[in-house]
């Protein structure tokens, strides 16, 4: 095994291991997807809307409130059509509502 004596960056990190690279790949696809639906979105909403996982052709969105997801469930077909036209292999989008924080 071959360790390093020297500190290295996250970034470095991240670059040299391929389970790390592909998530954050993965987490950087999520966000432009989310970056690609904004104008799309309500602007109040927006604070409490983030990017979740890409599971193929699956995308998953997490939200703050069971407010958020009811205007999201209206507006699914919607950013479903402007991400495939945009040129995102999505086919479904989900909705999680994250729990809230204890701390």
């Not at 890409?54 to 998953?60: F, P, T, Y």
Request: aromatic letters at 2%.
């Amino acid at each position: 095994m071959n360790r390093r004596n020297t500190a290295i960056s996250l970034l470095q990190a991240t670059r040299d291991s391929p389970i790390l690279s592909h998530l954050a790949d993965l987490a950087a696809e999520s966000e432009k997807r989310l970056q690609s639906i904004t104008p799309l979105l309500p602007k109040p909403l927006l604070p409490g809307i983030h990017a979740g996982p890409v599971e193929g052709a699956s995308w998953c969105l997490l939200l703050d409130s069971n407010a958020i997801a009811a205007k999201l469930r209206q507006l699914t077909p919607l950013l479903l059509s402007s991400l495939q036209a945009r040129g995102f292999k999505v086919e479904t989008i989900r909705l999680k509502i994250q729990a809230p924080s204890k701390y």
